[in-house]
């Protein structure tokens, strides 16, 4: 289930919030200016980076004041004032005390924090975090102010175009539905004239003297390759924090969700419980992945009652599963009132799919049906990854008795005799960019 938004109030200011996992701690994510929670967690490897951390800690997060869903009509605030939207987001969880991670420029809020709060912060985590943004005689590593500049003003020229995904994650850059994604989170966290503001306000920070004064177990984390934020910034902060650990990780992308973030999200685990998860051993394969739900079963099952409903279902199961054997397809779960399963190739699932609309037409019910071609992560008995994803939304894009698929499973079967009508390009939730999809019009 997608998390539920809420609003805490940090003085009249709305501060909005969301709540993930039900885990022992708490862990408080505090996330750079230039979010909007609930498009964020649109693109899947962000997703799944939260329910990875949801998988040992109640996971909270929220916008902060002045961009995404948290009141925007506000002046640029101190770090005071969003020390303040913290604790008032903590209170309305009922938690009083919680690790808290930052990112990027969040960092400098939540060193003070630490600092200021250490009864309330039960440890404190660091991402390409920094003290200080400028260039000083003793922090010869970041750029001057007129380079500062320069950068500032081609951030604002570009903002909403997504073009500074390349620089924060560069293993993402190739991808526009990616791009796409990233513009339109920049549009929807702040305008172009907060960013000058904002840009404006962090040159003038400087946290420095406040490291030594921070007695709460902490965590820095940084990417070696990263070419956003360079990571002397977190060796400073490391080596000037009392007993702080530094593990910088392999890899190339600022972007916290891009390239191996499961090592993130490990560190995380192992410094906040002493123990981390085993990673699933995983293998990648081509598959045509299909999903199928009965139309109106909620109604149905309503109008029927639950005996002559389990009769029917029943019915349904069988039907489906002797079509998949009949067309070598490989039942994965049941999903509701419908199934997943798998095919080693797409002409064969589409068959399948009209072959189980047909086999079903007797017993009085509608499927609708989305299939879509991509790698998928065999887990055991389970299927992962993006394509699972897909398929699914492409099903949910599904009119009653109709077998959908995207533009990829039309494409590879190009000269077995099937045929489709355009249904033309369609957003699919939580996936990035709009997606052309076909109805099959004739199996061959």
């Not at 939260?50 to 916008?63: G, H, P, T």
């Not at 699932?349 to 509608?366: K, Q, W, Y």
Request: hydrophobic share 45%.
């Amino acid at each position: 289930m997608e998390p539920e938004t809420k609003y805490a109030y940090s003085g009249d200011v709305a501060i909005a919030y969301q709540v993930v996992g039900d885990g022992p701690l708490d862990l408080v994510w505090v996330p750079n200016r230039f979010t909007q929670m609930e498009h964020l967690a649109d693109l899947p490897v962000i997703a799944r980076f939260f329910e990875r951390l949801a998988s040992f800690a109640r996971v909270i997060s929220f916008d902060r004041r002045g961009s995404g869903m948290s009141d925007r009509a506000v002046e640029m605030p101190t770090l005071e004032e969003e020390m303040d939207d913290i604790r008032a987001v903590m209170a309305a969880v009922g938690s009083q005390r919680a690790a808290v991670a930052a990112q990027l420029e969040a960092g400098p809020m939540a060193m003070l924090f630490a600092a200021t709060f250490p009864e309330m912060t039960g440890a404190l985590i660091l991402y390409a975090a920094f003290a200080r943004v400028l260039w000083a005689p003793d922090y010869d590593w970041a750029p001057k102010p007129e380079e500062r500049t320069h950068s500032a003003d081609l951030l604002i020229d570009s903002w909403g175009t997504g073009v500074r995904l390349a620089a924060a994650a560069p293993s993402m850059a190739g991808d526009p539905r990616v791009l796409q994604w990233f513009g339109k989170l920049e549009r929807l966290s702040v305008t172009p004239g907060t960013v000058r503001e904002f840009q404006h306000k962090m040159a003038e920070i400087d946290v420095r003297h406040v490291l030594p004064m921070i007695r709460v177990p902490t965590l820095v984390l940084h990417r070696r390759d990263d070419p956003f934020m360079n990571p002397l910034h977190s060796r400073y902060i490391a080596e000037h924090i009392p007993g702080a650990r530094l593990v910088e990780l392999d890899g190339v992308d600022n972007f916290i969700a891009a390239g191996d973030s499961d090592a993130i999200a490990d560190e995380i685990e192992e410094f906040l419980t002493g123990t981390r998860q085993e990673r699933t051993r995983t293998q990648r394969v081509l598959a045509t992945v299909m999903f199928t739900d009965i139309v109106g079963s909620t109604e149905r099952a309503s109008e029927m009652g639950d005996r002559r409903w389990r009769e029917l279902l029943e019915s349904h199961d069988v039907a489906v599963r002797r079509e998949l054997e009949r067309f070598d397809g490989r039942e994965v779960k049941r999903t509701g009132d419908g199934f997943l399963a798998t095919f080693d190739g797409p002409a064969r699932g589409i068959r399948c799919a009209t072959r189980i609309r047909e086999a079903t037409a007797p017993l009085g019910i509608e499927l609708r049906t989305g299939l879509h071609a991509g790698e998928c992560e065999l887990m055991g008995d389970d299927v992962g990854g993006m394509a699972v994803h897909i398929g699914a939304r492409v099903m949910g894009a599904a009119g009653a008795n109709e077998v959908l698929v995207s533009s990829t499973v039309k494409d590879l079967v190009v000269g077995s005799g099937i045929d489709f009508a355009d249904r033309g390009v369609h957003p699919l939730k939580g996936v990035p960019g709009e997606w052309h999809l076909f109805a099959v019009d004739g199996a061959g």
